[in-house]
Nanobody
Framework: QVQLVESGGGLVQPGGSLRLSCAAS????????MAWYRQAPGKQREWVAT???????TYADSVKGRFTISRDNAKNTVYLQMNSLKPEDTAVYYC???????WGQGTQVTVSS
C-alpha cells in the first residue's frame, strides 16, 4: 500500500525558514518522480517543485531561489527546504508521487508576524 506522510509544517515569521519532509512507503521510491504542491485558502492547488530519480529539479517561478527540493533514497524521503518565507507562502503543502498519483495528507505552513 502506497503511503506518503508529510511533516515539518508550522508557524513562522516572514523571512524565516522551514523544512518539510515526506516519508514514502509502498513503492520503489528511488525510481519515482516526486513533487510538492500547495493549496492556499480559497485557491486551487498549485505545483511548487519536482525532483526526478536522478536528482534534477524544477521549480515554480514563485519559489525559485527560495525553496529547494531534495531526496534521500536511503530514507525513502523527499524534502522541501523553504527559506525567505513570505505571507503568500501560507498554504497546506502536499507531496505527491507523480508515478502513481498518490498524495500525502498535507501539512500546514503559516507565515505571519
Amino acid at each position: 500500500q502506497v503511503q506518503l506522510v508529510e511533516s515539518g509544517g508550522g508557524l513562522v515569521q516572514p523571512g524565516g525558514s522551514l523544512r518539510l519532509s515526506c516519508a514514502a512507503s509502498g513503492s520503489i521510491f528511488r525510481l519515482n518522480v516526486m513533487a510538492w504542491y500547495r493549496q492556499a485558502p480559497g485557491k486551487q492547488r498549485e505545483w511548487v517543485a519536482t525532483i526526478v530519480p536522478g536528482g534534477s529539479t524544477t521549480y515554480a517561478d514563485s519559489v525559485k531561489g527560495r525553496f529547494t527540493i531534495s531526496r534521500d533514497n536511503a530514507k525513502n524521503t523527499v524534502y522541501l527546504q523553504m527559506n525567505s518565507l513570505k505571507p503568500e507562502d501560507t498554504a497546506v503543502y502536499y507531496c505527491k508521487n507523480v508515478e502513481n498519483g498518490y498524495w500525502g495528507q498535507g501539512t500546514q505552513v503559516t507565515v505571519s508576524s
